[in-house]
Structure formats: structure tokens, C-alpha cells
């Protein structure tokens, strides 16, 4: 049932629309809020459930021996069983639940053989209910003959003589197999959606969705494969296996298990709920059994277009598929792609930035080379070295932003770039917690700190051996008000003087972060200070 809208809303029009990749996140992450608005309602039906069961269990202390005999009601299944000689009466409820054939009584064992090979330890020997110790609340599995894996809870009570000796334990069974796949649904698309923001590889992420899938659908074998999709072959990875499982490793052909193959190429998931009965593998039964594979299910990955990879999950036994699960497995396959593309995106952008950054070296190194010839007549160069230099930093700068693919910089990192160049680091203390900048103020940033450091080198304290230099920067106020401040003090030089006049780089320093002001400068007997604030919302603030 659709309950609301996920909406997008910009500042500027886009006559062309969202992208192929925005509107695949933009899905992604609607299916994450259906999840959690889902794992709410399952949460609030378990609670429900629990009040249900809690009132049975009371009603079967009160009056025991009416439940047994009532009739059935809300598909729950009764049993007794003789504590003594092991023999059990059951319901009609209580086989059906078991997928055996409806009869007044059996023996204990008939139905502890049935359980799940990981939940034997969660049912109670003969031993321990003779003793009255028995777990008397308790989910667990079993494996019926035609339904495959199913989920039972069951309640009980025991029922003593006047000792206190157990002499039955009276109780009711009830499939909660729904229930507890909903739930192991949504709490699985919730952790793939966790584990496949930190993946960066294709096949990594298409082996943590197979085994995410397979403990889901309680499947016993769940991995990938590479495809050649005009060959029909699959090379088949090192997967995820039950125990006591064999391996299907290797290049396997798909005509040799059916014709699902077709399916596949055309971008759709196949799910084969029995080989032996589905047109698609009927004929190659035999050669998918001898796999141990009596269902399966494919996800088609695509790479570029390309039918790249599959994603498969297999049952050697039947197991009753929902339509929820069909709809999980859809779901599955729409992250897989979703994180696919993600990976594609982010290749594709940082190949990009790379070939802006060659060609923006190349233009600071065609300016440079325009301005070295240009520039050669003049006598005095010291303004030629300054705009070489100026020209260096502002590179400088923008090496910083390709390598975070243009977002916000670091402040410690451009001082560190623009103190490096200069080979002063030894000279220069930094202290100050990390803070980012938008690009705009790294540029702004690096540039200051560029005139800074070469003031200091001239004329100030980085001119001797002896001389050091202080930055620091912290935070000023919260949120809306908050401002960085900079300092720069020099120590250990020559005495500095106020010059007569400004050039450009006093001029650049008095603009202070962004050009917005903000400079306070102070030419002390220990060296030169400058003190620069601005705020932190504009210098991180996207453009």
C-alpha cells in the first residue's frame, strides 16, 4: 500500500530530468524507507502475536484438558504427550503443521527427527522432560517432506502429580514460518544496504549479496558467477555452501540445465521453485539434481550493459515459496545493480578528474611557460618569481580537490601542501582539529598561506635557521554563527616594521578568507601575527 511520496526538489530547473543513476539511488533508498516502515509493522504483529500466545498459555493452565479436546481454532495444533512411554496425541492442526498424515497418536522421536540439524540442541531429550526441565517456550525448525523448511513456535505446560513429578506435557504448535521469513527479510536488506556501502568491488559485492540471500531463504548453496554471455557459459567463483555440500566451482554451460538462460539475457531474475516440474529445466532435471539442486534462483547483473554476472541461490530440497520471496529476491537484485552502478559512477568520475587534472597541469604549465617568455625582458625578478610562485600554490591548491573529487579540502592538508612546496616544513608548527573546506576556500586558503610563508621566508622569521612559525585555527560559536579563526605567528626572526606600502600580496592578505575580510594584522617585537577569521558556513557551504 503506497503511504507517501519520496520528493526531490531543487533550486535551479533540469529541462532534462534526473539521471538514470540518480533516479536508480532515489529508488534505492525509497525501498530502504519501505523496509523500515515494514520491520515496524512486523515488529508490531510479533508484539501481537506474543500477547496471543501469552493468553493461550494462561488459558491452558486454567482449563488444559478443554483445549485439547476443543476444536481447533486460528490454526493452532494441540498435543499431549505421556512423559513416561514417549507416545504423543496430536491434532489435526499439529500434522498438518507437520506434513504428516493426520493420526491420533505418535511417538516423540517421529517428530524430534524432523528437526533442523542447527536446532536440535533447542528441543529437550527424553531425559531433561522427565526431569521437568524442559524448554517450555521455544521457535525452532523443522524439515517437512513436501514444504521444505518450515518455522514452529511452541508453547507448553506440564502437567504433575501431587510430588511434583512431570507426567505430560500439554502444549500447542503453531507455523510461524511468515512471520519469521518477513522478518529475516527485512533485517537482510537492511544489513546489504549497510555492508554494500563499504564494498568497492563488483565481485565482492555480489558474493555478500549471494550469502546474505541464502541465510534468508535457509538455502544451501549461494555464491556468483563470471558470464560469458555469447559463449552461454558461466565460470562459476568459490561460493557459499551448507555443510556436507559439494562445490559446483568452474565453467559450467547453461543449456546443459535448461533454457532460463534466455531469461537471464533479457535483465529478469529466475526463480525455479521445482527443476523437475519448471518448462525452463524439466528436460535437464537429471543434470541439475545430480548438482543437488532441486530449486534455484538467478539475479542478472549487468555491467555497462553487459550481462556480467549472476548471483544464484539453490535448494537441494523443495521449499515453499511466498510471494514476498519472489518480491525480496526482485528487491535483492535492484541493490545489486543499484551498488553496481555506484561502483561504475564513481569509476567513471574519477577517471574524469584525472583527465581534468592532466589537462589542468598542462594549462598552469602553458601559462607558466607563457609567462616566463613573456616576462623574460624584465630586469627585476622578483615580481616574475612572486607570479611563478603565486602560480605554483594556486596548483597546488587544485591538486588538493582532484584528489577529493572536487568536494570540500582540509585545512591542515593545504597548509601542509603549500609549506611542503616551499621546504619549510621543519620550520612551521601546525595545531588545530580537522575542518573542511568548500573549494572556494581551499583556494582562497592556499593562496594566503602561499604569501604568508613567502613573506616569512624573505623577510620575516622563516629567513633565519632559528626562526619558527605558529598556525593554529579553531571554532568559534555554533552553527549558523560559528566562524573559523586563523592565526599566523612568526617567532624567532628579525625585527619586523609595518611596510610604507602595500604590494599585492599585502593587498591579497588584508582581504582576508574568501575576500570577505576579517584580517587583523599586528607587527610585534617577536615577529609578525596575522589573525584571520570568517565564516564557517560560507567556507563550507556548496556552491
Not at 501481537?48 to 478443554?66: C, G, H, P
Not at 574524469?352 to 611557460?369: C, P
Request: contains cysteine; charged residues 25%; proline residues 3%.
Amino acid at each position: 500500500v503506497a503511504v507517501g511520496a519520496l520528493c526531490v526538489i531543487d533550486h535551479v530547473p533540469r529541462p532534462e530530468g534526473l539521471t538514470q543513476e540518480q533516479r536508480s539511488v532515489l529508488k534505492a533508498l525509497a525501498g530502504q524507507i519501505s523496509a523500515h516502515l515494514e520491520l515496524r509493522r512486523v515488529a508490531n504483529r510479533q508484539r501481537e502475536l506474543l500477547e496471543r500466545q501469552k493468553q493461550i498459555n494462561a488459558m491452558m493452565r486454567d482449563s488444559v484438558r478443554t483445549a485439547l479436546t476443543a476444536q481447533e481454532a486460528g490454526r493452532i495444533g494441540t498435543f499431549e504427550l505421556d512423559i513416561e512411554t514417549g507416545n504423543i496425541k496430536v491434532s489435526a492442526e499439529f500434522c498438518r503443521i507437520f506434513d504428516v498424515p493426520p493420526a491420533g497418536r505418535y511417538h516423540a522421536r517421529d517428530f524430534e527427527k524432523m528437526l533442523h540439524p542447527d536446532d536440535r540442541g533447542r528441543e529437550s531429550s527424553e531425559e531433561t522432560r522427565k526431569n521437568g526441565t524442559a524448554v517450555t517456550t521455544v521457535d525452532y525448525r523443522i524439515v517437512t517432506a513436501s514444504r521444505g523448511v518450515r518455522w514452529v513456535s511452541r508453547q507448553a505446560t506440564f502437567e504433575r502429580d501431587e510430588s511434583g513429578k512431570p507426567l505430560k506435557l500439554l502444549g500447542t504448535v503453531q507455523d510461524i514460518t511468515q512471520q519469521r521469513r518477513a522478518t529475516q527479510r527485512i533485517r537482510t536488506l537492511l544489513e546489504l544496504g549497510d555492508r554494500l556501502r563499504d564494498l568497492n568491488d563488483v565481485e565482492e559485492i555480489a558474493l555478500t549479496a549471494a550469502e546474505l540471500m541464502a541465510h534468508a531463504l535457509d538455502a544451501t548453496r549461494a555464491g556468483f558467477g563470471v558470464v560469458d554471455p555469447v559463449r552461454e557459459t558461466v565460470m562459476m567463483q568459490p561460493e557459499w555452501r551448507a555443510p556436507g555440500v559439494s562445490s559446483l566451482s568452474g565453467k559450467h554451460y547453461f543449456r546443459d540445465y535448461g533454457s532460463y538462460i534466455d531469461d537471464l539475457k533479457g535483465g529478469m531474475s529466475v526463480v525455479i521453485s521445482d527443476v523437475t516440474t519448471d518448462a525452463r529445466t524439466r528436460d535437464k532435471a537429471d543434470a541439475l539434481l545430480s548438482l543437488g539442486i532441486r530449486q534455484l534462483v538467478n539475479v542478472p547483473i549487468f555491467d555497462q550493459g553487459k550481462f556480467a554476472l549472476v548471483v544464484f541461490v539453490h535448494h537441494c530440497d523443495l521449499f515453499e515459496w511466498m510471494e514476498d520471496d519472489l518480491a525480496f529476491v526482485r528487491s535483492f537484485g535492484d541493490r545489486i545493480q543499484s551498488a553496481i552502478g555506484r561502483l561504475r559512477a564513481e569509476a567513471e568520475q574519477n577517471m574524469l578528474n584525472r583527465e581534468i587534472g592532466h589537462r589542468l597541469k598542462n594549462a598552469f604549465a602553458m601559462v607558466q611557460a607563457l609567462a616566463k617568455q613573456t616576462l623574460r625582458p624584465v630586469q627585476d625578478r622578483g615580481p616574475v618569481l612572486n607570479f611563478e610562485q603565486r602560480l605554483q600554490a594556486l596548483s597546488s591548491a587544485h591538486d588538493i580537490l582532484l584528489g577529493n573529487n572536487w568536494a570540500n579540502a582540509d585545512v591542515r592538508t593545504a597548509l601542509l601542501r603549500v609549506v611542503d612546496t616551499l621546504g619549510m616544513t621543519e620550520q612551521v608548527e601546525i595545531r588545530g582539529k580537522d575542518i573542511s573546506v568548500n573549494p572556494k576556500g581551499a583556494l582562497s586558503l592556499s593562496l594566503l598561506l602561499h604569501e604568508l610563508t613567502t613573506n616569512a621566508v624573505k623577510y620575516g622569521s622563516l629567513s633565519s635557521v632559528h626562526g619558527r612559525v605558529l598556525v593554529s585555527w579553531d571554532v568559534q560559536g555554533e552553527r549558523e554563527d560559528a566562524v573559523l579563526r586563523l592565526i599566523w605567528r612568526e617567532m624567532g626572526g628579525p625585527p619586523v616594521v609595518q611596510p610604507q606600502s602595500k604590494g599585492f600580496g599585502s593587498r591579497l592578505i588584508s582581504m582576508g578568507l574568501l575576500g570577505t575580510g576579517g584580517v587583523s594584522t599586528r607587527y610585534l617585537d617577536q615577529g609578525l601575527e596575522v589573525e584571520m577569521t570568517a565564516s564557517l558556513v560560507q567556507l563550507q557551504q556548496v556552491a
